[in-house]
């Protein structure tokens, strides 16, 4: 049970990190009053709007991060963006210890001739838009054309193939923004995936790759910047590479597309002028190969500006100074699943139950920071918001995710208007 004299702590981001920390907390400072900020009205941050709409077994994971809220007495406070709503410092002043884990919202950008060329365009802004993020709405115009490529060779960036593969018909039980995904997806032919690692060192998951053999009528090509499949020594990849190789040929009557595999191959320049017209890369073995496309999406990582810098120390452990900490994506950069979260928020939570131990805190917590009323959402305006997505899901979907702002304070009971 928590009183006045009772340790303050601020957790900024609700994303996976900032979750399992409160959740962490929990035990290790088990009379703290914990408050959970989001700069959005919604919580959960990229298991909402980066894992994938079709991935609901992986966003399920925002049910066992609900009941911190539902029953465990932690706080949470919508809507206010430290930094421009309400500064670092002052959050620090009326808490005894608070936790960045603002995560790392930008793509990182393709560094080669032309990667500014309109039409590449960034994997985060795809996912989100397919996730219905209310700053990613596609212009009316916005297309990605008959023929897109993907750079990269992570977990996002199979993610992306298989998004932009799948038909409306195939995302039954998602939450996918149907509207946003057949602007995407409703003209792309043909897919191709530019790795510039070779098969073997490609960082994706072989449960992503094999999702990508549940297509029926896709043609797949596969090409190696050097050696060939015989030579890849991971067996399960290649066994995999071979079902998408032998599923289907141009001879199908039903063919959907064709999707190019090219691995061992670094992009090497954008051509093309007010819109991108070929993506030139080269193998391994120095040769040189052009793909005519319409849209690139570059899947090679993320990056942003952590709210605080990040010491070495910080980094190291997940504490910057005394009352000063760090965890998720802000802290490690753009590494780590959502389970890897869980572990890191374990170790930070000891550090901080050690800082905090005997803590007769004078802090004031969330109600020191007199925020104006109504102009946050807390947990209940949250619900409101989700209640209201259920309801209005289309057959076939688990949800109808609200992608703007006005809605979802709207749903919440608060006037659009409301000011900080
Ligand atoms: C497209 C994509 C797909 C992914 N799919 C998977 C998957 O299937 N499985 C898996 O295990 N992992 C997946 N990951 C990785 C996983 O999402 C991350 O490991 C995890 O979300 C990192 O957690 P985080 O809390 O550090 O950051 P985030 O999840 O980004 O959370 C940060 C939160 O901070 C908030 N915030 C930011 N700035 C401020 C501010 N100034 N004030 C207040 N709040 C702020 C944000 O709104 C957000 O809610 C995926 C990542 C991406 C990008």
Redesign the pocket.
């Known amino acids: 049970m928590s009183d006045s004299n009772s340790p303050k702590i601020a957790i900024?981001?609700?994303?996976?990190?900032?979750?399992?920390s409160a959740q962490a907390l929990l035990k290790t400072v088990p009379n703290a009053e914990i408050t959970v900020?989001?700069?959005?009205p919604v919580?959960?941050?990229?298991?909402?709007?980066?894992?994938?709409a079709d991935?609901q077994g992986?966003k399920g994971v925002t049910k066992q991060f609900a009941r911190l809220f539902e029953r465990q007495g932690v706080k949470f406070v919508g809507n206010?963006?430290?930094?421009?709503h309400v500064e670092l410092d002052t959050i620090r002043e009326h808490f005894d210890a608070v936790i960045v884990?603002?995560?790392?919202?930008e793509d990182r950008q393709l560094d080669i001739p032309g990667s500014a060329t309109p039409g590449v365009v960034g994997?985060?802004y795809i996912?989100?838009a397919l996730?219905s993020h209310p700053e990613a709405k596609l212009p009316l115009d916005y297309s990605l054309g008959e023929v897109c490529i993907v750079v990269g060779a992570g977990?996002?960036a199979i993610?992306c193939m298989r998004l932009l593969t799948k038909n409306g018909t195939e995302f039954t039980g998602s939450d996918v923004h149907d509207d946003n995904h057949q602007q995407l997806s409703g003209k792309l032919r043909e897919l191709h995936l530019v790795s510039r690692s070779g098969v073997d060192q490609a960082k994706f998951d072989d449960s992503m790759l094999r999702e990508m053999t549940h297509f029926e009528h896709v043609r797949h090509e596969l090409h190696f910047g050097s050696g060939d499949l015989a030579a890849v020594t991971n067996e399960n990849r290649r066994d995999i590479l071979t079902i998408l190789q032998d599923k289907c040929t141009d001879a199908d009557p039903e063919l959907r597309g064709v999707i190019h595999w090219w691995f061992g191959f670094a992009p090497h320049e954008v051509h093309g002028g007010n819109l991108v017209d070929t993506l030139e890369i080269v193998g391994e073995d120095g040769t040189h190969a052009l793909i005519k496309t319409d849209s690139v999406i570059t899947a090679i990582g993320?990056q942003g500006d952590p709210?605080v810098p990040v010491t070495e120390a910080g980094r190291e452990t997940g504490k910057i100074e005394q009352g000063l900490y760090v965890?998720?994506?802000?802290?490690r950069g753009?590494?780590?699943?959502?389970?890897?979260?869980r572990i890191d928020a374990l170790e930070l939570a000891k550090i901080i139950g050690a800082d905090l131990a005997d803590l007769n805190s004078t802090k004031s917590g969330v109600a020191g920071l007199n925020l104006t009323p109504g102009s946050t959402i807390d947990y209940d305006g949250w619900k409101r918001i989700e209640q209201k997505e259920i309801e209005a899901a289309r057959s076939g979907r688990a949800r109808h995710k609200f992608d703007s702002i006005e809605e979802m304070l709207k749903e919440a009971g608060m006037q659009p208007t409301s000011q900080h």
């Open positions: 900024i981001g609700s994303g996976p990190s900032g979750c399992y900020f989001d700069r959005l919580p959960f941050g990229l298991a909402r709007f980066g894992v994938a991935h992986t206010l963006n430290v930094g421009e884990a603002t995560g790392l919202h994997a985060g996912t989100r996730n977990n996002v993610d993320f709210l965890g998720g994506w802000a802290r753009p590494r780590g699943t959502i389970a890897s979260q």
